[in-house]
């Protein structure tokens, strides 16, 4: 069965550092897009960061820029997010998801939310 497993959400003050991982099973990650995307409650879901498994090109949205850190492992199947001055704005589930490269560019697949593949996602709460 493929899957994608975050882990590593949890309650965080603001300032602090989370690091998330992304398990695939089932499949690679070779030729994937592989993204992170967060929802917070009445909000749409957002693009927040996406990796190419191939090259290792990244995107990042405006708003986590100098603050968030995506990285890949193939060799493992498992992306990281690395967050780091987090704020109370941060707090939402998060969750991970791959896609094909021949059907999005990683740019393509953070602004458009496009995937094949979607993780159950792992609660980020930043507060005093």
């Known amino acids: 069965q493929l899957q994608l497993v975050e882990s590593g959400g949890g309650l965080v003050q603001p300032g602090g550092s989370l690091r998330l991982s992304c398990a695939a099973s089932?499949?690679?990650?070779?030729?994937?897009?592989i993204g992170w995307f967060r929802q917070a409650p009445g909000k749409e879901r957002e693009g927040v960061s996406c990796?190419?498994?191939?090259?290792?090109?990244?995107y990042y949205a405006d708003s986590v820029k100098g603050r968030f850190t995506i990285s890949r492992d193939n060799a493992k199947s498992t992306v990281y997010l690395q967050m780091n001055s987090l704020k109370p704005e941060d707090t939402a589930v998060y969750y991970c998801?791959?896609?094909?490269?021949?059907?999005?560019?990683?740019?393509?697949?953070?602004?458009?939310?496009?995937?094949?593949?979607w993780g159950q996602g792992t609660q980020v709460t930043v507060s005093s």
């Open positions: 998801a791959a896609h094909p490269l021949w059907l999005t560019s990683v740019q393509g697949m953070c602004v458009t939310g496009t995937s094949d593949y």
């Open positions: 089932g499949f690679t990650l070779d030729g994937c897009a």
């Open positions: 990796i190419s498994s191939r090259d290792g090109t990244t």
